[in-house]
T-cell receptor
């Protein structure tokens, strides 16, 4: 069974640009969450999507947005990039939402560098 | 507020010795606790979880963790460390009150010295 696939693996963008990251969850998984990982802040929750609807949102500015498609693939978008947005962005999939005792399966992440 | 603390940024242990990576948590509602490991330039890999029942949980690669409700701790342990265990370890919590969001600790870098 294929794992969680994130593309691209690496990105370099300029301040002010926008970027779109993609995540394909494990087949049959319908919940996709996004996390930002930085050395200073650790792992911070961005948002979760299930059945094409945002179910939960972390404390990030509106420049961070996402969506989910009918095949459960998800994208996140960051507009007007800032240097502080440089991070590893991780996607996690689970079969369902609302079941708190299930583990999540993470992709390898997209390393975004803003210059 | 929900939080997870990993008090040690770095843990060094000799190969063959037992290892412990510490985690304490603060969460409202019933806690569900998880350990993940991250190798360089990789995502997080699930190691083990505590849901309910036996306080000693066994997971992948010989790791185990002990849930202590009174001390609100969930320390990760392994009886005999391997050099290949060197990685970044994250403790995470979710609860019936936090919904689907994981709260992660800041991570502990484990180095096993040959």
């Amino acid at each position: 069974k294929a794992g969680v696939t994130q593309t691209p693996r690496y990105l370099i963008k300029t301040r002010g640009q926008q970027v779109t990251l993609s995540c394909s969850p494990i087949s049959g998984h319908r919940s996709v969450s996004w996390y930002q990982q930085t050395p200073g802040q650790g792992l911070q929750f961005l948002f979760e999507y299930f059945s094409e609807t945002q179910r939960n949102k972390g404390n990030f500015p509106g420049r961070f947005s996402g969506r989910q498609f009918s095949n459960s693939r998800s994208e996140m978008n960051v507009s007007t990039l800032e240097l502080g947005d440089s991070a590893l962005y991780l996607c996690a999939s689970r079969p369902q939402t609302g079941i708190v005792n299930t583990e999540a399966f993470f992709g390898q992440g997209t390393r975004l560098t803003v210059v | 507020a929900q939080s997870v603390a990993q008090p040690e940024d770095q843990v060094n242990v000799a190969e063959g010795n037992p290892l412990t990576v510490k985690c304490t948590y603060s969460v409202s509602g019933n806690p569900y606790l998880f350990w993940y490991v991250q190798y360089p330039n990789r995502g997080l890999q699930f190691l083990l979880k505590y849901i309910t029942g036996d306080n000693l949980v066994k997971g992948s690669y010989g790791f185990e963790a002990e849930f202590n409700k009174s001390q609100t701790s969930f320390h990760l342990k392994k009886p005999s460390a391997l050099v290949s265990d060197s990685a970044l370890y994250f403790c995470a919590v979710r609860s019936t009150n936090t919904g689907n969001q994981f709260y992660f600790g800041t991570g502990t870098s484990l180095t096993v010295i040959p």
